[in-house]
């Protein structure tokens, strides 16, 4: 069971743009930044979105993440085919001192 | 270009201890604003963070291990290593090795291992 909350899948067509949503608590969520990670089949996590809406050079700006109180969003647009993938959410934990990990989100594009 | 690199057996016994190790290449281990950090990923399932050393070498540990994960670093080889005690089923995972950036608040996990397989049976 994991600490933060995503819907376990999530579907779009290409072009379209998908939101997928990310609820924590005060000790994480509530008093951190939030991280997304997108995971492709077979592969280790990348980092996509930090301090809940900041994007690593080359991710590309179809990518945009946003907080508020104790949840978070991660939005993609002009969706894709190689989007899709399993997307994780994720924030400082204040209780554990380290970093607590949503169940992850199965995007599928139709 | 940063580059981390998970190494140890891929099969442990239970009851016995799993050892990883990560190397890293292209930054230095010692290198202040950066945590090392461990995480699993249980067959079909999400991520979960095992613990972390810092550039200070403050180790973390997530309480849900019960004091079961150590982790170590060898700065002479650039490398950071993980221990966990008393395996069961319940630890086969995939383990990466991923790079945290520290600089006042965590700013994510920005360089990944590609992961090793580890099965206790």
């Known amino acids: 069971q994991s600490v933060l909350t995503q819907p376990p899948s999530a579907s779009g067509t290409p072009g379209q743009r998908v939101t997928i949503s990310c609820s924590g608590s005060?000790?994480?969520?509530?008093?951190?930044?939030v991280e997304w990670y997108q995971q492709l089949p077979g592969t280790a996590p990348k980092l996509l979105i930090y301090?809940?809406?900041q994007r690593p050079s080359g991710i590309p700006d179809r990518f945009s993440g946003s907080k508020s109180g104790t949840s978070a969003s991660l939005a993609i647009s002009g969706l894709q085919s190689e989007d899709e993938a399993d997307y994780y959410c994720?924030?400082?934990?204040?209780?554990?001192?380290?970093?607590?990990f949503g169940g992850g989100t199965k995007l599928t594009v139709l | 270009q940063v580059q981390l690199q998970e190494s140890g057996p891929g099969l442990v016994k239970p009851s016995q201890t799993l050892s990883l190790t990560c190397t890293v290449s292209?930054?230095?281990?010692?290198?202040?604003?950066?945590?090392w950090s461990w995480i699993r990923q249980h067959p079909g399932k999400g991520l979960e963070w095992i613990g972390y050393?810092?550039?200070?070498?403050?180790?973390y540990y997530n309480p849900s291990l019960r004091g079961r994960a150590s982790i170590s670093v060898d700065t002479s080889k650039n490398q950071f290593s993980l221990k966990l005690t008393t395996v069961t089923g319940a630890d086969t995972a995939v383990h990466f090795c991923?790079?945290?950036?520290?600089?006042?608040?965590?700013?994510?996990?920005?360089?990944w291992g590609q992961g090793t397989t580890v099965t206790v049976s």
């Open positions: 991923a790079r945290g950036r520290w600089f006042g608040e965590s700013q994510g996990m920005d360089v």
């Open positions: 292209g930054a230095s281990i010692s290198s202040g604003g950066y945590y």
């Open positions: 994720a924030a400082w934990d204040d209780s554990m001192n380290g970093p607590v």
């Open positions: 301090i809940s809406n």
């Open positions: 005060n000790s994480n969520i509530g008093s951190n930044t």
């Open positions: 050393i810092n550039y200070s070498g403050t180790t």
